[in-house]
């Protein structure tokens, strides 16, 4: 579906994707925006947030999370364990530091 009044993903680069129950969830992931330091509340708030892709519906939406969000977002790896997503590692988007 693609309308003015859908929810559209921003482009990302360097993300993992998971799929849970017929839902495809994407978190982080390079965009040029991002706050270029190692952690900030502006980065956290940037962080906090799941873009979900509904296969059955065709539509995304967003989530926020819960907790303290990584800041890995690009290049880090995930997994899921009982409809759980993991993320590992990952750069945060400064120097070439990485988690």
Known sequence: YVGKDYYKPKARSGRC???IQRKVYCWGGYQKNIPRVHDS??????????????IETGLWSQQNT???????????????????IYYFGGWCGHDSYCH
């Open 17 to 19: 994707t998971e799929i």
């Open 41 to 54: 509340e502006e980065k956290r708030l940037f962080c906090s947030v799941i873009e979900i892709f509904d």
């Open 66 to 84: 819960s907790g303290h969000p990584p800041i890995g977002v690009s290049g880090y790896s995930s997994c899921t364990i009982r409809n759980n």
